[in-house]
Nanobody, 124 residues
Framework: QVQLVESGGGLVQAGGSLRLSCAAS????????MGWFRQAPGKEREFVGA????????YYADSVKGRFTISRDDAKNMVYLQMNSLEPEDTAVYYC?????????????????WGQGTQVTVSS
């Protein structure tokens, strides 16, 4: 079992930045690929980005590529989502997810564990 807790959400103006954090506990964190997803009101959950285990390859949705950066610190059991140049369209609840696999995935059903989510609101 892996427990995930997100933090760092909040209200920010368009063009601003936020850094989301996800704290993991329970199993060997470095054996998990980690992903970030988001869900806006009335919309389906969508992939944001992911990072393979051992700080490997990263993947991003086209909508955030060049603005968002995923990183992980296996020594601290943490994964981060640095979000720059935020847009109102980025407003959503952001979820951290863990996948017991070397490779990261872009589909939510590939992930085994989820956090409770953190709200990000970008005002125009």
């Amino acid at each position: 079992q892996v427990q995930l807790v997100e933090s760092g959400g909040g209200l920010v103006q368009a063009g601003g930045s936020l850094r989301l954090s996800c704290a993991a506990s329970g199993r060997t964190f470095s054996n998990y690929a980690m992903g970030w997803f988001r869900q806006a009101p009335g919309k389906e959950r969508e992939f944001v980005g992911a990072i393979a285990w051992s700080g490997g390859r990263t993947y991003y949705a086209d909508s955030v590529k060049g603005r968002f950066t995923i990183s992980r610190d296996d020594a601290k059991n943490m994964v981060y989502l640095q979000m720059n140049s935020l847009e109102p369209e980025d407003t959503a609840v952001y979820y951290c997810a863990a996948k017991h696999s070397l490779r990261a995935g872009v589909v939510g059903t590939q992930y085994d564990y989820w956090g409770q989510g953190t709200q990000v609101t970008v005002s125009s």
